[in-house]
C-alpha cells in the first residue's frame, strides 16, 4: 500500500497590475491536479491581507491548498512548473511558494498569519522564519510572494465567506467585459443575503467584475457554495467562460480591524480600530473629502474619510467631545501630513449635546425678544418684559449612535457588509463531489 501525504501548498504574487492573477493560477493548479487524482480535502483558501501595504497588487490576496497525495515530489515540482508558466514575471510579479507537510498546522504558523492581517511582515523576516522551521520553500525574484504563502497556509478562520470566480478565455484578456447589468442586480435582489457586493444599488452599477486585463471573468461573494453556483446560473453574459473556482475566504469578515492600534506608537501601513474622542471639528477639503482628529490618553491622530465612501456628510456632522470608534489603515508620513488614519468605517458611541446661544422667548407671549443694543440685554416688543441675556438651546443632532460603513462600490476586499454585521460563518464540511470546480471544456 502507497504511502500518502497531506500537503499544504501556499502561494502569492504570481500577478501584477498589468496581467494574471494568483487565483487564476490556482484554478488551473487545480484542474492538473484533479487530472492526476490527487485527493483536495477542503476548499482551495483564498486569504487576503493587510490592504494597507503599498507594493501590493491588488487586493494583497494569497492562495493556499489542502491536498493528500502518494507522491508529493511530484506534485511540487507541478506547482514549481506552474508558477514559473502563469507568474507575470516580466512585469515584476515576485512569486513565492511554502510547502508543508502535516495534518496540523503549527501555532507559529498562524501567529504569522495574524500579524500580516494588520502589519507589515518583510521579506526578511519570514525567510528567517522558513529557514529556521527547516521549511521547503521556492521563490523567484526577491521571495515578496512568500509572505502571502506562509500566511495562507497558517491562516486559521473564525468566520469565512465563499467566493466563485469565473475564468476568461486568453483571446479575451484585456477585452470589456459584457455582462447583463440587470441580470446581476436581480440575482443579488433574489439571493439576498446568501450573496454580497454584487451590485451598487446607489450607483446602479456592476462591482463583481474587474475592469483590468486579468483572466478573471466576475466572482460572487457569499454565505455557502450552493448559494454562489445558484447565483451564478442567473448571471447574463454575451462571453463563455473557460470554467470556476469556488475558494473559502476571509473576504467580508473585517479580518484586518481587529487590531487595536495603539495611538501612543502608530506605526505605518498598519490597520486596525482606535476610540477616541473628537478634538478637531470636521473639516471639509476640497474634492467634499473630510478630515478632523480623535484624541486618546492625550494623543492626538489625524483621520481622513474620502468622498466615494459615501460617509462623508455623515462624519461632517461630528463636534468636539463626540466619542467614536474608527477603523482604517496608517498611511506614511508626508511632508504636508504626519501619520494619518484612513478611515474604513467609523461608529458613533457618544453624541455631545449641540448647544447654541439664542434669544430668550418671551414667557407671556412666546415669541423671541428682540436684542435693545449691545449688552443692554432683550426685550419683547409685544409686552415690554426683558432678560439679560441670550439663552442656551440644544439642537437636534442629525447623526445617530450606530455604525457607519462605506457604500458597497467602496468596499475593500475585507470589508464586512452591513448585512454581515451580527453574523459569523460556521464551519462547513467540504464535499469533494460538488461542483467547486468546473472546466466548462
Not at 231 to 244: L, R
Not at 291 to 304: E, M, Q, Y
Not at 347 to 360: D, G, Q
Request: aromatic share 10%; hydrophobic share 35%; with cysteine.
Amino acid at each position: 500500500m502507497l504511502k500518502t501525504t497531506i500537503l499544504n501548498i501556499g502561494f502569492d504574487d504570481t500577478d501584477s497590475p498589468k496581467a494574471m492573477c494568483t487565483t487564476f493560477l490556482a484554478y488551473k493548479l487545480v484542474n492538473s491536479l484533479k487530472q492526476d487524482n490527487v485527493k483536495f480535502l477542503d476548499y482551495p483558501r483564498l486569504i487576503r491581507f493587510n490592504p494597507n501595504i503599498p507594493w501590493k497588487t491588488r487586493g494583497n490576496g494569497a492562495v493556499s491548498l489542502k491536498i493528500q497525495t502518494n507522491n508529493p515530489t511530484l506534485v511540487k515540482n507541478k506547482v514549481k512548473k506552474f508558477i514559473r508558466k502563469f507568474s507575470d514575471l516580466k512585469n515584476g510579479a515576485n512569486p513565492g511558494v511554502v510547502f508543508y507537510e502535516s495534518q496540523f498546522i503549527p501555532n507559529e504558523f498562524t501567529e504569522i498569519s495574524k500579524k500580516a492581517l494588520w502589519s507589515l511582515i518583510t521579506r526578511r523576516q519570514i525567510k528567517k522564519f522558513i529557514s529556521k522551521n527547516k521549511l521547503e520553500s521556492f521563490h523567484i525574484g526577491n521571495g515578496q510572494g512568500l509572505v502571502g504563502a506562509l500566511g495562507a497556509i497558517g491562516y486559521q478562520f473564525n468566520d469565512h465567506t465563499f467566493e466563485l470566480l469565473s475564468y476568461r478565455k486568453k483571446s479575451q484578456f484585456g477585452k470589456k467585459r459584457k455582462i447583463v447589468a440587470s441580470s446581476v442586480k436581480q440575482m443579488q435582489e433574489k439571493t439576498y443575503p446568501k450573496t454580497f457586493n454584487s451590485f451598487d444599488t446607489k450607483k446602479q452599477k456592476i462591482i463583481f467584475a474587474p475592469r483590468g486585463p486579468d483572466p478573471v471573468f466576475f466572482g460572487i461573494r457569499g454565505e455557502d457554495a450552493e448559494s454562489l453556483l445558484n447565483a451564478a446560473k442567473m448571471i447574463q453574459t454575451k462571453e463563455k467562460p473557460i470554467g470556476h473556482l469556488i475558494f473559502k475566504s476571509n473576504q467580508g469578515t473585517g479580518d484586518h480591524l481587529k487590531n487595536e492600534l495603539d495611538i501612543t506608537s502608530i506605526k505605518p501601513y498598519s490597520s486596525g480600530v482606535i476610540e477616541g474622542e473628537i478634538s478637531e471639528q470636521p473639516k471639509i477639503l476640497q474634492g467634499g473629502h473630510i478630515t478632523f482628529v480623535i484624541r486618546k490618553t492625550g494623543h492626538d491622530l489625524r483621520c481622513f474619510l474620502y468622498k466615494p465612501t459615501g460617509i462623508t456628510n455623515e462624519a461632517s456632522q461630528l463636534i468636539i467631545g463626540d466619542k467614536i470608534r474608527v477603523g482604517g489603515g496608517i498611511r506614511r508620513a508626508s511632508g504636508k501630513h504626519g501619520r494619518v488614519l484612513n478611515i474604513e468605517f467609523f461608529e458613533v458611541l457618544h453624541l455631545e449635546k449641540m448647544k447654541i446661544l439664542t434669544n430668550p422667548t418671551c414667557m407671556t407671549c412666546h415669541k423671541k425678544m428682540k436684542s435693545k443694543g449691545r449688552n443692554q440685554g432683550y426685550e419683547c416688543i409685544k409686552c415690554g418684559n426683558k432678560a439679560a441675556r441670550k439663552v442656551p438651546q440644544i439642537l437636534p443632532r442629525k447623526i445617530k449612535n450606530q455604525l457607519y460603513i462605506p457604500q458597497s462600490s467602496a468596499h475593500r476586499h475585507l470589508t464586512r457588509p452591513q448585512q454581515r454585521t451580527n453574523f459569523r460563518n460556521r464551519e462547513i464540511k467540504f464535499n469533494d463531489t460538488s461542483a467547486w470546480f468546473r472546466n466548462y471544456n
